[in-house]
């Protein structure tokens, strides 16, 4: 396969099927570390496209190419050869990783010979490199990961409707029919990364937990009524919610607990890792409401930007949810050396005193910290000590930390 060839896949299919145009690279805020590091994210992220304009002359190791695949899985020692025997290449990228995880053996022993070679490994799932033994390269290979669009990369491009409809990944963002993409793109993370690796023995009933665990985004996750609606024990379902974070599809929110006043609850809130993977799994019926379905969209999403930022700034804080045994609730609590912050997101274009009662009471228990209310509304409203601002002003300003000091 040719350079070019390879730069025009994604995630393992040929962008063509879908109509993508992958000239105009939209460029990201990720910054590269100058040592050598794990790249993970889900596939369809654009980890591959990020690195082939950021190190155009690397030496690169498409795992997800058969012939190579085969060859690195029988001989992972021919790594070593092959970085010994191309002294003039400075970067190594070895795409997809986790397929052979014994490279991280030779990986290491090459560092510990300290070559003037920078090792870039990117991956889709940490199940095997976990397994592997990631803590083989610690303090030698930092981990960092590429998250779907920010509306701040997008600029003028971001549209909240169409994010919340289609999400912000960018094999979507820059598809001709991104409606079909979703679709393609579940159906094949399940054939690639969940059946061919064996990570489930019926894929049927995983595929019914995928439908089941939808209803679950931007909510309190109960594994035992997950369960129920699926039919399968509960010991599976954990299993299954497992696999999701491990293939980085998922992910928890604690309960912010430091100092506590009220008693609150225990299990963490779940989300999927972009809007619109989430739109393309959850059913919808004439008894289902739009907006409620829409308002999910909109928490997850402010979600995926709060999960992307804290990644991309070092990971300098902690994100949890708030929740009292009584029902008061506040979707996110960023909470760090020198920020604390708890935001409320509200799917509505009117703020009405009842949208305010929780952020309230938590500025009462906690008066250092900094409260938002993110509305569907145009403008920036101060009510009392709560900020109340557009939503997809927040996104798009959240990477400037202006916006959120002084309140």
Known sequence: MTGNKQSDIIFGIDNSIFGLNMEKIIPRIFNLPAQSFFLFGPRGTGKTTLLRQKYPDALWIDLLEPDIFRSYSAYPERLKEIVLANPDKKAVVIDEIQKVPELLSVIHSLIEKKIKVQFILTGSSSR???????????????????????????????????????????VVV???????????????????????????????????????????????LNISNVARDCEIERKVVEGYTSILEDLLLSFRLPIFTKRAKRKVVSHPKFYFFDAGVYRSLRPAGPLD?????????LEG???????????????????????????????????????????????????????????????????ESSVFLLYRGKEKIKKGEILCLPSDEFMMELNHSNLFHNV
Not at 345 to 366: G, H
């Open 128 to 170: 095997k490199i976990k397994r592997a033994g990631v803590d083989l390269l610690a303090g030698r290979v930092i981990k960092k990961t590429l998250h779907p669009f920010m509306a701040i990369e997008l600029g003028k491009k971001f549209n909240l409707n169409s994010a919340l409809k289609y999400g912000l990944l960018p």
């Open 174 to 220: 820059s598809a001709q029919d991104p409606d079909s993409v979703l679709k393609s793109y579940i159906a094949l993370y399940i054939k690639e990364e969940v059946q061919m690796e064996g990570l489930v023995r019926n894929i049927g009933a995983f595929s019914r937990f995928l439908e089941i665990i939808s209803f679950s985004h931007g909510s309190v």
């Open 289 to 297: 409401k739009p907006e409620e379905i829409d308002g999910r969209a």
């Open 301 to 367: 999403l402010v979600a995926q930007h709060i999960i992307a930022w804290n990644s991309y700034t070092g990971d300098r804080n902690k994100i949890y949810y708030w929740r009292t045994q009584s029902g008061s609730e506040i979707d996110f609590i960023v909470y760090g050396e020198n920020v604390f912050w708890a935001i409320e997101v509200k799917n509505t274009v009117r703020i009405r005193p009842e949208d305010l009662k929780a952020l309230k009471s938590f500025k009462s228990d906690y008066p």
